[in-house]
């Protein structure tokens, strides 16, 4: 195991290219078990999820190759593995988005309950719900999940009553492989999403209302013949509001962020212009200044284009720098505030009142010592808490950081951040 040493209070200088988008790569990795002919995807971000996410396709049969560190090329032609047995399903939220493709594709499928952040229950109703109302039957027993086609399969509408990412993305690829229209209301319209409706569209799925709420698939029983398309996945939204975090808290900090999609970023930079950051857009990027005098804000985490979920930890870490009372109320999972905990040991200021909410008080100086990170946002808000405390500060357990950050700890000793990887004899 390897922990990261931060010196803290250090401004940040410089321009961070950020890599591909993670939540994004692990929908449409699973995408290219629609089809037939070969894919080769660009801007693949070299972070465990994903090489996670390439083994269990190459454990299903799809035949990959990197021809660069993130171009990836994957080749499908025949049947793919419907009986998943690989343990490496049930350590990523990811393998969830093979339910939709193989099982549609197949006809059956038996695949490892999820894992993922241990942020709270994170269900899968919803995706079983969607498959059953498509005629599919799911039953999910003795850690597994298993999916049958029946004869009544074809497309139908589908209702969510909670906008689910992962269950919109899930139902996007069954209903592409199969027979008839599928609408699906209330449909998630995050980035990962509209970025995979696109890459759906371009392999030759029909679907229409794509960045919107009601989503219209046109659904047939054949896998796309693609022959060899080529597709680039979008620069990660929440990487960039991580080092946008990171830029703002320390006075002298300038940073230029690229690619930084004003569309995926908005929830953000209006938090950050409430709190008296001055965030400027340019060159298809933004550049963050950092700004010590910052005013307190209320956040409530919504489904998109509410505020991320997955910024809540950085962004309640850098309030307890403002100067005064703020309110993060999480709301779209059930356990999320855990970092909290060791922001207190940290000499924070912070009541929670139940598992969602946490009322931050500012202006809190936050002193170094040994934490760690529990899941992936977690870790990047403790990193976050270590550049703006005195002291040193170990933020154990990093591999939940390397899960979805590209090598992180490079991108901010670039930026002049005083870090450094420890090697844990642990
Ligand atoms: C995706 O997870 C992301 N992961 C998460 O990012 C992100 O936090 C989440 O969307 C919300 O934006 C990936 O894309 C790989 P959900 P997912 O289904 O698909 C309810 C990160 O840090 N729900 O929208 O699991 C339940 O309350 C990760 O990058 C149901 O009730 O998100 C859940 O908490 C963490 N029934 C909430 O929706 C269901 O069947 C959000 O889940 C599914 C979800």
Redesign the pocket.
Known sequence: MNSLQIEGRYPLKGKVVVSGC??TA??VLPAVLLTKGTIILKNVPDIVDVQTMVALLRDVGVEVEYLDKHVVKFTIYDDVEWNIKSIKASSI??S?FLLGPILARMGRIALPYPG??N??????????KGLRILGYDIETTSGYIYGRKTRDTKGDLIYFD??????T?NLLMAAALTTGYTVIENA?I?P?VVSLSAFLNRIGVKISGIGTRKLVIEGRQKPYEVGTVEWTIPGDY?EAGTFMLYAAGITGSKVHITPAYRGFLIPLIAKLEDMGINVVREDGGVTVYGNENLSPVRIKTL??PGF???LQPIIGTLLTQANGESVVQEL???RRLGYVNYLLRMGADITTLGQSTAIIRGKTPLFGTEVKAE???AGAALILAGLLANGTTHVKDMYHVYR?YEDIVGKLQTLGAHVQVIVDES
Request: hydrophobic share 35%.
């Open positions: 993670k939540n692990l929908a939220r990811g969830l993922g952040c942020i709270g229950t994170r269900p899968i109703d919803l995706h079983e909670f906008p689910s990412v992962g269950a993305e998630a995050d990962q929440l489904p998109f991320p979920t997955d779209v999972h059930d899941n992936l946002r979805g």
